[in-house]
């Protein structure tokens, strides 16, 4: 999985029937350091993530590993929304100091 | 899943006989600016995307939940035409503005 | 999906017992403006491929969505001879121009 | 598989259901000389590695072959605590001399 | 595939149940001139492979298309040894003249 954090969101009118309903969102992926890095993911949401918050995305048939998407075209997926990252015991991270 | 802009089509007679009918679409990726960035995919076409415009092409066997597609060999499609992109709660894109 | 060029060809005794009868061809990926790209994809052919034509080759799960090769263990396959490519409603290649 | 050393942890409690209870590692990724590369991967964890332990990583759909796993969104897991690493008949790493 | 030369192995005795009695190589993955790329793999060998054998490896889910590893989490396996490799007529490498 990679650490991102949530930018926008992209809308769609015409697209494949199983993927009405599906909210698209526009990931920065973020590095050990806590740096944007360059290039960007779009992906499903299923956990509810807003705008700022950091998320971890999981790529690949993994996307489809969420009640529902079994048989939905989508190859990236928001799956928790991050309260926490540490490394090397420093805490790179905490959602709790963002508000 | 990637952003994309539609940039041309490519024809073969001799191929996988599964892959009879399909529309194979060149996209041109877009970064989160909107520019292009180098490098491009050929994807199938289910959604009817025409050349100039934006749209959302996952890779992977993602690319084979598409009704009829489930057999064929085929790594990349386009599952939806893009209305808008926003980011930052910026309208980076939208299709009504092309037109 | 890639544009590449046939390169050339892998022989091999020792492999895995399903590989047997498989044509391995090295392949140039090429870019959208018709230009060698660096790297090279070692790939299955099943459409009858020969050294310096263009093809359309499929990675991952899709390379055994040919059939026989369902349960062989290739990540690339040709799946097409390109015909023609269109970029930008200019002809970038064109099979027939080439012989 | 990627050799990496264990950096770090991610928690969450807003996630999909199907993840709680999995441990998730920051990752980084050594190349073949010994030296961390850059860039990292946030993984599932079975197999009880700590920090700063060398350690083998799986990516994509390998990453659920894991009992408990084949139905959970994750695309990287750490498979093997490594105890050593030989390159050309040298000892690269060597789990023992660690401690 | 990738062409990738043996450079060495990784053992491990804290790991996946189903990964007991896997070999794991090192290696180099090798130019389409036969020079050795930066980067390298660890891959799951069932051909047998030593030091220096110049080979094929195979990537994603079919690494696990070898008997005996279909549930095996391991993305990336040594499917071939190569005997010779072609490139436009001329003779990159030929395994006999390597002994």
Same mark, same amino acid.
């Given at each position: 999985?990679?650490?991102?954090?949530?930018? &926008?969101?992209?809308?769609?009118?015409? @697209? =494949?029937?199983?993927?009405?309903?599906? @909210?698209?969102?526009?990931?920065?992926?973020?590095?050990?350091? &806590?740096?944007?890095?360059?290039?960007?993911?779009v992906?499903?949401?299923?956990?509810?993530?807003? %705008?700022? =918050?950091? %998320?971890?995305?999981?790529?690949?048939?993994?996307?489809?590993?969420?009640?529902?998407? =079994?048989?939905?075209? %989508?190859?990236a997926?928001?799956?928790?929304?991050?309260?926490? %990252?540490?490394? =090397?015991?420093?805490?790179?991270?905490? @959602?709790?100091?963002?508000?």
């Open positions: 999985m990679q650490i991102a954090r949530v930018l &926008g969101t992209v809308t769609s009118t015409q @697209k =494949e029937p199983s993927l009405r309903g599906i @909210k698209f969102l526009v990931l920065q992926l973020i590095d050990d350091d &806590g740096r944007p890095m360059s290039g960007y993911e992906a499903a949401d299923s956990v509810g993530a807003g %705008v700022d =918050e950091w %998320v971890l995305v999981s790529h690949g048939s993994a996307a489809r590993q969420v009640p529902g998407s =079994e048989q939905r075209p %989508v190859d997926a928001v799956v928790a929304i991050i309260d926490t %990252v540490s490394i =090397e015991n420093r805490l790179l991270y905490s @959602k709790r100091d963002q508000y």
